[in-house]
């Protein structure tokens, strides 16, 4: 065998190493502008998810912004209703005080029947044989207190017996809501299975719906014949619910929740209170007991006070005081919760 020449392959070697340094060359920047455009394609890629994560980012804002303002003008609009209805509350005509007591009797027909209460009160106190000066004070006791403290009796039992159903309603449409049931089906439910005053109520809701007007409406406008702040409470959450949207069930029973712990606060604040009241009826009736055991026991020492101008005045001037001391106290142990 003859040996290859260590020149021929000095020769290959550095051919060989050439022709690589050549396509490395060539290679190197085309592999660069490959890695350069790939890199460009990252940052591509980046900026358009970064934009993509921005703008839905804008877009949840501008949709919360939205929602805020819709909330915020419902709001507005409640609360300008609100005040329209805080009015009539506060002042109410005599036709919407009848008709806060349950009472079907029309405004003429009140004052027919006030009339004649003055009448027989004077008649009455005329028999018994009290003094002339106490006449005209009983005619219009007759015609202007009894009738209207019996409304004002009237109306403060109603409420008192809405408030005790009222939570127990509102919890029969939670749960008619939650099985699938549209609201009005609840409200039909209330209006024919609860007890008064929650049916009627709830039945001049379906009456209203009957005629047009919806039920946030119509739910708005219960506190105009159940004059207190909880069935304004209701008419608030329908009307927000259907303007600005959210879970009806979870916001009537929160609601319903609320409404049981006013009721307990309530009881809380009347048991803490009783004491001061035992005191006041004490105090109040203390001189009218005395004077009727002192009649008893001594008739000619007190009679003067009924007999005399001198003691009509006395029992005139201890009237007024007394008056004013009872409703002292009364404004004292009254507390609104």
Known sequence: MFGIDPTVLAFVALAGG????????????????????????????????????????????????????????????????????????????????????????????????????????????????????????????????????????????????????????LDIIVRAVKSGLPLNDGIRLIASESPEPVKSEFRRIVESQQVGISIPDAAMRMQETMPCPEAGFFGIVIQIQQQAGGNLSEALGNLSRVLRDRKKMKAKVQALSMEAKASAAIIGSLPVVVALLVYLSSPSYITPLFTTSTGHLILGCAGIWMSIGIFVMRKMMNFEV
Request: aromatic fraction near 8%; proline fraction near 4%; glycine fraction near 8%.
């Open 18 to 169: 050439s022709a690589g340094a050549v396509a490395y060359a060539f290679l190197f920047n085309r592999m660069a502008d490959e890695k350069a455009t790939g890199r460009r394609l990252e940052v591509i890629k980046k900026a358009e998810t970064d934009r993509t994560v921005v703008k839905a980012g804008r877009d949840r804002a501008n949709e919360a912004a939205k929602r805020k303002k819709s909330v915020q003008d419902s709001l507005k609009e409640i609360e300008a209703k609100q005040a329209i209805t805080d009015k009539n509350i506060k002042k109410p005509s005599l036709r919407i005080q009848l008709k806060q007591a349950g009472m079907k009797v029309t405004p003429e027909r009140f004052y027919i029947y006030s009339v004649v209460c003055g009448i027989a009160l004077t008649a009455g106190a005329y028999f018994i044989g009290a003094p002339l000066l106490v006449l005209p004070g009983a005619l219009l006791a007759g015609i202007f207190g009894l009738p209207r403290w019996t409304v004002s009796f009237r109306r403060g039992r109603r409420v008192k017996a809405f408030l005790n159903e009222f939570p127990n309603a």
